[in-house]
């Protein structure tokens, strides 16, 4: 059974750092795509980033130079380090594990989702 | 970056009956375009898939359809349980986007 559980979220400064983990248990995450995806308290759903299994890596451009995506191979885990945090990212954060089918890929399993808040 | 325009944005409904939500792409995007279904507290969940394909578990009553540019969710008999709000994924290119999100509420 896939299981993503995220972990990592909690009170910032703006300014700060935060790294969130995505624990994934039932596959291998380095053969797959995976995937952040925020939502603002109230708001609609962001796509944030994704590594690809090659190792390629995209990101949306209000976190680009600031949030990096990450795996770790020997844990099974996927990251998101955070710096300069600001008040607009407050949000859950969810993972998610992409499948590719022809030209499209989609989100098919997702964790529950950690909260990050930034404020001072 | 693709802007994906949902329509509309809230709908009230009753069970039984048949509900369309619309996406409409900036640019063509083919058939790269999924479909989610999220409930409040909850992680999203994949419902369609390629515009069109319905994702294994996923009831028969939801189907989409659309390439290029137009995109249709249709839930052709609302059940007590679709109550919830909608939102389409573009994953042509990058920044992927969604759409604002369509809200069914109960009449």
């Known amino acids: 059974e896939v299981q993503l559980v995220e972990s990592g979220g909690g009170l910032v400064q703006p300014g700060g750092s935060l790294r969130l983990s995505c624990a994934a248990s039932g596959f291998t995450v380095s053969s797959n795509y995976m995937s952040w995806v925020r939502q603002a308290p109230g708001k609609g759903l962001e796509w944030v980033s994704v590594?690809?299994?090659?190792?390629?890596?995209y990101y949306a451009d209000s976190v680009k130079g600031r949030f990096t995506i990450s795996r770790d191979n020997s844990r099974n885990t996927l990251y998101l380090q955070m710096n300069s945090l600001r008040t607009e990212d407050t949000a859950v954060y969810y993972c998610a594990r992409l499948v590719s089918y022809v030209t499209t890929k989609y989100f098919q399993h997702w964790g529950q989702g950690t909260l990050v808040t930034v404020s001072s | 970056a693709i802007q994906m325009t949902q329509s509309p944005s809230s709908l009230s409904a009753s069970v039984g009956d048949r509900v369309t939500i619309t996406c409409r792409a900036s640019?063509?995007?083919?058939?790269?375009l999924g479909w989610y279904q999220q409930k409040p507290g909850k992680a999203p969940k994949l419902l369609i898939y390629?515009?069109?394909s319905l994702e294994s578990g996923v009831p028969s009553r939801f189907s989409g359809s659309g390439s290029g540019t137009d995109f249709t969710l249709t839930i052709s008999s609302l059940q007590s349980d679709d109550f919830a709000t909608y939102y389409c994924?573009?994953?042509?290119?990058?920044?992927?986007?969604f759409g604002q999100g369509t809200k069914v509420e109960i009449k």
């Open positions: 590594i690809y299994s090659g190792g390629s890596t």
């Open positions: 390629a515009a069109s």
């Open positions: 994924l573009q994953d042509y290119s990058y920044p992927w986007t």
């Open positions: 640019q063509g995007i083919n058939k790269d």
